[in-house]
């Protein structure tokens, strides 16, 4: 697990004994914190509402969703409402259709978000039968809600900058080339992947 920083400090630690270059930006920056966020609904759903949007932007609509909806903005209420309340409230018809897929499937209990298939690749393709969460999505849910070990977002742009950078590679890996090189690192690449934002956050400043 990579939720405490004792557990994430020590994944890091046997990482960069496989990957000395990883080292760098640890000896630079220092070692990144913990990234966490509560497991179950309304973190996927918080998740569609910040789709394409600032943060500042999401956190308004949340909002007028938990001013409409309750705390929470519980999944029962949600699939109660208008297509008008919920665009008043800042929903695009297609993140309406994303939410009321993860009510829906909620609900239902098709899916039982706290009860997640322990193989990573089962969940997330569990993960990716609501609309609107794709596979970048469904990852960044385990590794930060379910802080799982071995959770590589290759899809992430900022990750492939940065292991590129840190790699000295003379291109930026795509995604492909990302997950080859990334092999080695299991069962270690949650790990592999905080410290590659904490680099490129680094390096942006």
């Not at 997640?116 to 993960?127: H, W």
């Not at 609107?132 to 590589?152: C, T």
Request: aromatic share 6%.
């Amino acid at each position: 697990m990579v939720h405490t920083t004792q557990a994430l400090r020590a994944d890091l630690d046997r990482l960069c004994a496989i990957e000395p270059a990883l080292g760098a930006a640890i000896e630079r920056l220092g070692y990144p914190e913990t990234r966490v966020r509560a497991p179950g609904y309304e973190t996927l759903l918080r998740t569609i509402v910040g789709q394409q949007v600032s943060v500042a932007a999401a956190a308004s609509v949340w909002n007028r969703l938990e001013a409409l909806l309750d705390t929470g903005c519980p999944p029962d209420r949600l699939l109660d409402q208008s297509e008008e309340a919920l665009r008043a409230c800042g929903l695009s018809r297609q993140k309406q259709g994303y939410a009321r897929s993860l009510a829906e499937l909620v609900v239902s209990g098709a899916i039982d978000l706290h009860a997640l298939p322990a193989d990573d690749e089962e969940a997330i393709a569990t993960l990716v039968r609501i609309k609107g969460i794709g596979r970048w999505s469904a990852e960044i849910y385990l590794l930060f809600a379910e802080g799982r070990p071995d959770i590589w977002p290759a899809g992430d742009l900022a990750v492939r900058i940065a292991i590129g950078e840190l790699l000295g590679l003379p291109d930026r890996p795509d995604e492909r080339q990302i997950r080859e090189i990334a092999e080695r690192w299991r069962p270690h690449r949650s790990a592999a992947a905080l410290l590659a934002w904490h680099h490129y956050n680094g390096a942006t400043l």
